[in-house]
């Protein structure tokens, strides 16, 4: 069965990094459209960033352009998430999620917290 777990969360002071990692089981992970997505609490989830098959395309929620970068090893499984210049407001939980025919799956999640 589709298996995602992220990892890499924690805290982190504002201005400060991560990298945030997905790994991935249960189905061919070259083949499909991989994207991280992130909630506050009461809020809905957004999309922070989506990473097509082979790599070569990409796209960012406008809150994050130019501060994470999606990237993903298909040797590996794995889909990574590069956050620098980390905000107060990037504290979210961060999950990573595929489509596979018609069913979307979620990881558990990794909490980020951007605090001094």
């Known amino acids: 069965q589709v298996q995602l777990v992220e990892s890499g969360g924690g805290l982190v002071q504002p201005g400060g990094s991560l990298r945030l990692s997905c790994a991935a089981s249960?189905?061919?992970?070259?083949?499909?459209?991989m994207s991280w997505y992130r909630q506050a609490p009461g809020k809905e989830r957004e999309l922070v960033a989506r990473i097509s098959d082979t790599g070569g395309r990409t796209i960012y929620a406008d809150s994050v352009k130019g501060r994470f970068t999606i990237s993903r090893d298909n040797a590996k499984n794995t889909v990574y998430l590069q956050m620098n210049s980390l905000r107060p407001e990037d504290t979210r939980v961060y999950y990573c999620?595929?489509?596979?025919?018609?069913?979307?799956?979620w990881g558990k999640g990794t909490l980020v917290t951007v605090s001094s």
């Open positions: 999620t595929t489509d596979k025919n018609g069913m979307r799956y």
């Open positions: 249960g189905f061919t992970f070259s083949s499909y459209t």
